[in-house]
């Protein structure tokens, strides 16, 4: 197996990962359900928070969603009280993220401070 570094094959992987988490979430947003065709990769837990460097920590996100999280963590932004709430897609979200650390819940020190 060749074992050099090709910086054209490594942006590959990156895309094609960027592609497979999208297609596991059906080209909708993880977090309002929306099909939209300029879906961003958004943290689940940012990684200035502690987040992992993990595609498990990546999940699709329509710009809208993307913009109103910000860097606030998920627990925190993702309520009952937001209109695109649905508890199965915030559960669904955690108990994904959670393989990182094979715990689940993801605990406070790892950023999710009030889980349901
Ligand atoms: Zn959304």
Partial sequence: MQQI????RHK???ARVKEAIKSEFNHCCA???SKSKRLTLDHVLA???GGVDSWLN????CAKC???KG????????TASLPCYSKERLQRILNRYSMNSGVFPPNRSQGFTSLV
């Fill in 5 to 8: 570094f090709d910086p054209v």
């Fill in 12 to 14: 590959n992987v990156k």
């Fill in 31 to 33: 977090y309002c359900g």
């Fill in 47 to 49: 990684e200035s928070k």
């Fill in 58 to 61: 990546l999940v699709p996100a």
């Fill in 66 to 68: 993307n913009r109103s």
């Fill in 71 to 78: 860097s606030k963590n998920l627990t925190d932004w993702y």
